[in-house]
C-alpha cells in the first residue's frame, strides 16, 4: 500500500504496531479485507498510517483486487439493472442466477445474501425510475402552468440520482459482503435505537459488543450517559441508513424493525424529499468515513429540517 510506504514502514512493522498477524495485515493490502475479529482494525490503521478516514478509505478502493471486484460487479449488473429500469413487473434477482452466484464467487459470500442486497438496490432503482415516469407524465400530459422547464431540471435531478445509485452499488456490494459490521454490534445498535432516546441500562448490552463498536466506529455512534447507553446523533443516522441492509444480512435481534427516526426528533422517511435525503445520509457511510464533515457544511440542519 503506497500511505504505508510513504510512513516508512514495511508490511512486518506495520502488522506489528496493529497487533495482528503479518499473513493478515498483508490480506488487508492484497484483497481489501479487514479482519472480522478485529473490528476496529479500519481506524487503527488509519492512525498508524497518520490519514484520515477519507484518504483510508480511497486507498482500499485503489488496491487492484477490489478494483477488479468492482469492475466485476458493474459488468454483472449491468444487465439486471437495465431490467430493473424498464417498464413491467418488478422482477427480483434469484439467488440461483448466475448473477448471484458469479457475485457470491467475487465477494466470498453467500449468493442468498447477494440476491437479498442487490435487490434493495434494484428497489432503489424502481423507485426512481417511477418518480422519473411521473414527472415524464406530468411535463407531458398534465395541463398546468409550470414551465416544461422546470420539469426538466427535476428529470436531471432524477436521472442523475439513478446514475448515483447504479455507480455506488460495488461499493455496497464491498462494505456488507466484504467488511460488513459484525452481527452481534449491529445487533447491539438495534437494542439500543429500539431503546430510544432514553437509551438502556449498560447490563442490557454485552460490554464487549459496545466495546467493540467503540473499536470500530471510533466511539462516535454511542453516547455513554449518567443513566446508562444511548445512540448518538451518528448513532440514529448510521443504523437508520445501514438498516435496510443489515436487516437482510442479520435477523434482527427482538422484532421487526422498521425506522423511525421521528422518535429521536428526526423527520419522517415519508415525504417528498426522503430518496434525496436517503442517498445524502447513505454516502455520508462509507466504510470508516465519519458523517460528522457532511453536516459541517449546513447540511446537518438541512436535514433535521427536512
Keep these: 500500500m503506497d500511505l504505508r510506504t510513504a510512513h516508512g514502514l514495511t508490511v512486518v512493522e506495520l502488522a506489528a504496531e496493529l497487533g495482528l498477524a503479518t499473513n493478515t495485515y498483508r490480506r488487508i493490502e492484497s484483497s481489501g479485507v479487514l479482519p472480522k475479529r478485529r473490528p476496529g482494525t479500519f481506524w487503527d490503521l488509519a492512525r498508524a498510517l497518520d490519514v484520515d478516514c477519507t484518504q483510508l478509505h480511497e486507498a482500499i478502493l485503489q488496491i487492484p483486487a477490489v478494483q477488479e471486484r468492482s469492475r466485476y460487479a458493474i459488468s454483472t449488473l449491468k444487465p439486471v439493472f437495465r431490467l430493473a429500469l424498464s417498464p413491467g413487473p418488478f422482477q427480483p434477482l434469484q439467488d440461483t442466477s448466475p448473477h448471484s452466484q458469479g457475485l457470491a464467487s467475487s465477494y466470498g459470500a453467500a449468493s442468498s445474501t447477494v440476491s437479498r442486497v442487490v435487490n434493495i438496490l434494484l428497489a432503489n432503482l424502481r423507485q426512481l425510475a417511477h418518480q422519473r415516469a411521473q414527472l415524464e407524465a406530468y411535463r407531458d400530459f398534465t395541463a398546468h402552468t409550470r414551465p416544461a422547464a422546470a420539469y426538466e431540471r427535476e428529470l436531471d435531478v432524477v436521472s442523475e440520482r439513478i446514475e448515483q445509485e447504479i455507480d455506488s452499488a460495488p461499493e455496497i456490494l464491498e462494505r456488507y459482503l466484504v467488511n460488513p459490521l459484525p452481527q452481534a454490534c449491529w445487533h447491539s445498535l438495534a437494542k439500543l435505537y429500539?431503546?430510544?432516546?432514553?437509551?438502556?441500562?449498560?447490563?442490557?448490552?454485552?460490554?464487549?459488543?459496545?466495546?467493540?463498536?467503540?473499536?470500530?466506529?471510533?466511539?462516535?455512534?454511542?453516547?455513554?450517559?449518567w443513566d446508562g447507553l444511548r445512540l448518538s446523533d451518528a448513532g440514529v443516522l448510521f443504523f437508520v441508513d445501514t438498516l435496510p441492509y443489515y436487516r437482510v444480512i442479520y435477523a434482527p435481534p427482538e422484532r421487526v424493525i422498521r425506522p423511525e427516526p421521528h422518535s429521536y426528533g428526526w423527520p419522517s422517511y415519508h415525504s417528498r424529499s426522503a430518496p434525496y435525503r436517503r442517498h445524502r445520509l447513505r454516502m455520508a457511510h462509507v466504510l470508516g468515513h465519519d458523517p460528522r464533515p457532511h453536516w459541517d457544511d449546513g447540511t446537518w440542519m438541512k436535514i433535521r429540517r427536512g
Design 194 to 225: 429500539l431503546a430510544g432516546p432514553g437509551g438502556i441500562d449498560d447490563a442490557a448490552v454485552l460490554d464487549d459488543n459496545v466495546t467493540t463498536l467503540g473499536k470500530a466506529f471510533d466511539s462516535y455512534l454511542v453516547r455513554d450517559t
